[in-house]
């Protein structure tokens, strides 16, 4: 089973930016998609983007035009870079890769925005 390593996360204050990172354990060609999800205190978990083996690209309306998801084949790396970051953005970020009807996660990391 693939091992999805998360880091990059942080206090940043609203307007900000952070970049957060998935590195798995192995090759990403062979994963469909791949992706974040956040949960926030209280909140579910919810897709913020997703990125598919071809390198499309989807996002959630509410990060669309401040957060990019990009992929690094060689590196075997997924990351997100979010802009202009709100106090609605705070939450635990999660790395999910997919493979046909298996879904891998990560532990997350913590992203905090200050207002």
């Known amino acids: 089973q693939v091992q999805l390593v998360e880091s990059g996360g942080g206090l940043v204050q609203a307007g900000g930016s952070l970049r957060v990172s998935c590195a798995a354990s192995?090759?990403?060609?062979?994963?469909?998609?791949m992706g974040w999800y956040r949960q926030a205190p209280t909140k579910s978990r919810e897709s913020v983007a997703t990125?598919?083996?071809?390198?499309?690209?989807a996002y959630s309306d509410s990060v669309k035009g401040r957060f990019t998801i990009s992929r690094d084949n060689a590196k075997n790396t997924v990351s997100l870079q979010m802009n202009s970051l709100k106090p609605e953005d705070r939450g635990i970020y999660f790395c999910?890769?997919?493979?046909?009807?298996?879904?891998?996660w990560g532990e997350g990391t913590q992203v905090a925005v200050s207002s």
């Open positions: 999910h890769a997919r493979r046909r009807l298996i879904t891998n």
């Open positions: 192995e090759s990403i060609l062979s994963f469909d998609i």
């Open positions: 990125i598919t083996s071809g390198g499309t690209t």
